[in-house]
């Protein structure tokens, strides 16, 4: 790509062009120093900051000022909400006479741009690029810009991801407030191209493309070249203004593939009769995604999907990378320990790192910060809002294999859930979507499923998703009052993946890691390798995303430092992830599931939250019980009464804020025979059931409510008459939260 004519000085933070999707050689970046203030009273407008008045600060965009790249460094220690940012800038002699478009890569969360004090625009959102016609408020000699910012993170009213509102703890993180992306301008023609949709054909050996033309100048024709290497291999010519369609022959076909990449060139020219007015360059990777049955074929093969969970967090920059090469790095890193892609969790990623994704043939997911922020009636629309520019700012890229906007919410998310994933298919039928990645599913049709299990122990991670495709045709499945039917916890028959597993813990010190980290590295190479083989062998899985690519703050479970150090013998991590899967051997896989699993009659014998009156009072505490608290007889009638769920917060019913805790109550049972039994389960971290001193399961890590079936275990348990059922639950560092149902077939 061209350097542009009025680029960057060499002293500029982050000089690349932040677009190589969308390159016009004729910008110039604003990155830099720039005047700050934070407006604690809001009262910036009556004061005049939108024009000719000089803030109290200065920082470094495009780095937010929690961040200590911004020159800053306020951390978690205020919380930022109304922020002014100004600068001046002279407009370079080659933009004169042209449009001149301002650009911002991302600002968090409600944005003013004014030019020379006149509101050149307003955005809402924190995640993808807006742009601004300011032609008619530029002048020659000095400019002036000012932004008004408000990030209020604390309303519940906008996406916030892994951002903490208060200071860190678990996995939230410092917050990012305001300009988080690079700032540049860009001039246009009178007329030109103002956003593109490119849509690879390989089996038909074309790409499809739409155009869409701001300006109305006479006589307008787009020329679009296809490029591989030098070689021109197709071009098309589409004439009038507005939207542009073009199907461009390629006489050479290369394809875009997992870890052998190839990317063309696209050139687009716009003219007016004779006059070359507009120049835009792109490019694109011919690859097709398609769904078969429980596969996910890129490129008509089943490529098994090895994903890393990436925050996309620095240490000295947060939301921000420090530069372009740390954005590739980050990258290479993944590819060194064995993962051919990841899901970029809980943040929207700047085009760069999907450019060098693009680059490297790395595979990724596409998500939304959400994490249980944003759902609220009031919030919707500028929901729905961003997703939309987001998907219209990514949709191109060869290395976005799907999309997922909302991480573990609950069920009554269901409204948002379902309309952001009809959006998504109606703007980007190419790829799949998934409506929530782990707990609550309620998509009536799935396409794609997934879960989140952080069980510690190996085996039973892989006994549970063994036995998840094995359910024998005629059942069970538990009432849908617990969850959707629709969920993960039912096998749908479609693709399926576990979205989020290991999270093992390796040099922790007074940080945290899912479950209990193992006590030397050669207990944590075991694990590692019985949590990855588990996935890999099991044919009936399309991936796996492993929890995660570097430590981050306070959580310390990366296979790298949060400093990007490696932890472990990377050579040996990449043997054990690399090798090849059962799905990639086309093992033969479960058959489609009956549906007869949905409509099977479930008596309640123990009741969870959602079985109302059947949820009856335990007896609990949070100190270690005397011997023989598991069995009948055991004198509990000095310990307190309360109703599950049991937690800090989140709706539970009973407070919960020990380490441990331990409860116990009678149930009847009629003595009929079993004919299934189960365990629907919601809980954080390590959970054993007991019914009269037997155990009928035991469970760790963190999860939605899911099905345990625990038939065998609970025929020999049960008698006809009086039981009694006791329960242990240890909080490991995910919060105290613990709810169950016990059911009967």
């Known amino acids: 790509m061209l350097a542009g004519i009025f680029a960057a000085s060499a002293a500029t933070p982050r000089p690349e062009h932040p677009r190589p999707d969308m390159f016009r050689g004729n910008w110039m970046s604003l990155n830099g120093e720039w005047q700050f203030e934070n407006d604690k009273e809001a009262d910036g407008d009556s004061r005049g900051l939108t024009y000719g008045k000089d803030l109290a600060s200065k920082i470094i965009v495009p780095f937010c000022p929690e961040s200590k790249l911004s020159g800053l460094g306020f951390g978690n220690t205020l919380k930022l909400k109304d922020v002014w940012y100004r600068r001046t800038f002279d407009l370079p002699a080659a933009m004169k006479g042209q449009r001149v478009r301002i650009h911002f890569g991302g600002v968090d969360y409600r944005s003013w741009v004014y030019i020379n004090g006149q509101l050149a625009g307003m955005h809402v959102g924190e995640n993808v690029q807006f742009s601004f016609d300011i032609s008619k408020f530029v002048k020659d000699g000095a400019n002036e810009v000012v932004v008004k910012v408000i990030d209020d993170m604390w309303s519940g009213l906008q996406p916030c991801g892994k951002q903490s509102g208060d200071k860190s703890y678990s996995c939230f993180y410092t917050r990012t407030t305001g300009i988080w992306q690079p700032v540049w301008l860009e001039a246009v023609g009178s007329s030109f191209v103002e956003t593109i949709s490119v849509v690879p054909d390989p089996d038909h050996g074309r790409v499809l493309i739409d155009a869409k033309i701001n300006g109305a100048d006479k006589d307008l024709a787009l020329t679009v070249e296809a490029y591989a290497g030098d070689e021109l291999v197709g071009s098309e010519t589409s004439t009038g203004p507005g939207q542009s369609r073009l199907v461009i022959n390629l006489k050479s076909v290369k394809l875009w593939e997992p870890g052998a990449p190839f990317l063309y060139d696209l050139k687009f020219t716009l003219a007016s009769g004779k006059e070359k007015i507009d120049q835009l360059q792109s490019y694109f990777g011919l690859r097709k995604i398609a769904i078969e049955g429980r596969k996910v074929l890129i490129n008509g093969k089943p490529v098994f999907q090895r994903l890393i969970l990436d925050q996309g967090f620095y240490p000295d920059g947060l939301w921000t990378a420090p530069s372009d090469e740390a954005l590739k790095q980050d990258i290479v890193m993944s590819m060194a320990c064995g993962y051919n892609g990841a899901r970029l969790h809980q943040k929207v990623f700047e085009p760069r790192f999907l450019y060098w994704a693009d680059k490297l043939g790395y595979l990724v997911w596409g998500e939304y910060p959400n994490a249980g922020y944003g759902n609220q009636r009031e919030g919707f629309s500028a929901v729905v809002n961003e997703w939309t520019e987001i998907l219209l700012r990514d949709r191109n890229h060869p290395s976005i294999v799907g999309w997922c906007a909302f991480n573990e919410n609950f069920e009554d998310t269901g409204e948002l859930q379902q309309m952001i994933w009809n959006i998504t298919k109606a703007i980007d039928p190419t790829r799949p979507a998934l409506e929530s990645s782990g707990w609550a599913h309620t998509l009536p049709h799935p396409e794609v499923r997934d879960a989140h299990d952080y069980t510690g122990e190996p085996e039973s991670l892989r006994k549970r998703w063994e036995n998840f495709f094995r359910a024998p045709p005629e059942g069970p499945f538990p009432p849908s009052r617990y969850y959707n039917a629709s969920s993960s916890q039912a096998d749908r028959g479609v693709p399926f993946m576990i979205s989020e597993i290991g999270g093992i813990g390796w040099a922790t010190g007074d940080g945290w890691s899912y479950g209990n980290g193992p006590k030397n590295l050669d207990e944590f190479y075991l694990r590692y390798k019985g949590t990855i083989d588990a996935m890999l062998d099991n044919p009936n899985l399309f991936g796996f995303c492993y929890t995660q690519l570097t430590d981050i703050e306070q959580e310390r479970n990366g296979l790298y430092y ?6 472990f013998d990377v050579r040996k991590i990449h043997e054990i992830t690399s090798r090849q899967a059962a799905y990639e051997r086309n093992e033969a896989q479960a058959p489609q599931p009956s549906t007869h699993v949905l409509t099977a009659k479930w ?37 307190p009464s309360g109703l599950a769920p049991f937690g800090n917060g989140n709706g539970s019913k009973t407070e919960w804020k020990t380490p441990e805790i331990y409860f116990r109550k009678t149930f009847e049972y009629d003595g009929a025979d079993l004919k299934n039994g189960a365990v629907v389960i919601r809980h954080n971290d390590n959970t054993e059931i007991h019914i009269n001193g037997q155990q009928i399961i035991a469970v760790d890590g963190s999860k939605g409510y899911y099905l345990i079936p625990a038939t065998d275990l609970m025929k020999k348990a049960l008698k006809k008459g009086t039981n009694t059922i006791a329960v242990h639950s240890h909080e490991g560092g995910q919060g105290q939260w613990i709810d169950f149902a016990v059911l009967a077939e």
């Open 562 to 567: 949060y400093n990007r150090k490696p932890k």
């Open 603 to 639: 008596k309640v014998l123990v009741g969870a939250q959602q079985d109302g009156k059947l949820s009856t009072p335990y007896k609990f505490t949070t100190e270690k019980p005397a011997e023989g608290w598991l069995n009948e007889g055991f004198d509990d009638k000095a310990w």
